[in-house]
Structures are given as C-alpha cells and as structure tokens.
C-alpha cells in the first residue's frame, strides 16, 4: 500500500539499524570520524562546517597539524573536488599560522594515498609541518635515474592515457 510503514523483514532491518544507530554504535568509524564525533578528544585548533584541523598525536615536528574533511573519503582520487578546495584552503591557513605563531621558517604539506604511501587512517587527511632551520629532520627521499629518456617518455604516456579515462 502506497504509504504505508515497510513491513516485514524491510521492517526489522531498518528497526535494528535504527536502535543500532541511536545505541551509539560506531564499529566502524575510523579514528578521525570518532574525533569528529567527538567520541575520542583531540586537540582542536581550526573548526568550521565542513573541515577540522587538530594536532596530530606523533607529530613529526612540534606544531604537525592534521586538516581533515568532516565527512570521510578515504583517498585523494575518490575526493570531491569541492572538499579538497576546502582542505588547501585550511592548508595554507594553518601554514600561515604555523609561520606566524609559532615563527616556523617553512611548512610541508604532505598527504598519503594508500598502505603503499604510508597512509594509516583511511580518511583523507593532509600532514602540515612545521619546519625549523637546523630542526634535525630529514625526509628519507632516495631520488632514482630513469635507465633511459624513453623510458621516462613511456611513464608519461601511461599517466597521459590515465587522464583521458
Ligand atoms: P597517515 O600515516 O595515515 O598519513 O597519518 C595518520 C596520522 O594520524 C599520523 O601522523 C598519526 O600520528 C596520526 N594519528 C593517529 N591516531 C591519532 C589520534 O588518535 N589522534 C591524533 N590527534 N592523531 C592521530
């Protein structure tokens, strides 16, 4: 009937997410969901309707800030192109801040996609750092040789025909 309640197992199923959901379950958040919820503290220094940028809890350097979105995607691929203009515009404010109030000389800004990449938390997030002169902290940045141009000239042909799909 045109209307009406769900019956039957459609019933049960929505009942049962409804209690799940009004319960506080959350098996299945991932850790910056839970500090968005604030389920888990974090200490919080930007806060607007859809971006939050807290102190990351092993900072690299004193000061590491992480910026996330409040809704959760999980790689830079699969992020709404308005989300992510949102996060570089938090970015460049808390690398101004960082400049400013902690008197930082320079800043990285740095996101990993992937297990591959060192991506721990599923929920897209950018690392902005903080950085000293004489700070002591080096990127293990082994840089390599392409064998030959050709090769290199073969990546880019694969990463050309991946734009167009
Ligand atoms: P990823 O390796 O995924 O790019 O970075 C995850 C970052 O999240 C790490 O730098 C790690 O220190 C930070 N992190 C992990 N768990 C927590 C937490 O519970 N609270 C805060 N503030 N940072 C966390």
Redesign the pocket.
Known sequence: MAGSAPVGRGAFVFSSIGKLLASGYTAAMN??E??VSRE?P??IVYEDEDTLA???????IKG?T?VIPKTCYDQVAGTPDVVLAKLMRVCKQIAAAQMKGLGADGVNI???NGKS???????I?F?VIPRFEGDGHHWNWHTQKYNSPDEMERLAAKIREGLDG
């Open positions: 850790i910056f839970k500090i888990i974090a200490t807290f102190m990351d809890i092993g900072p690299v590491h992480l740095i996101q990993n990449a060192g991506q721990v938390v599923p929920h997030h690392h």
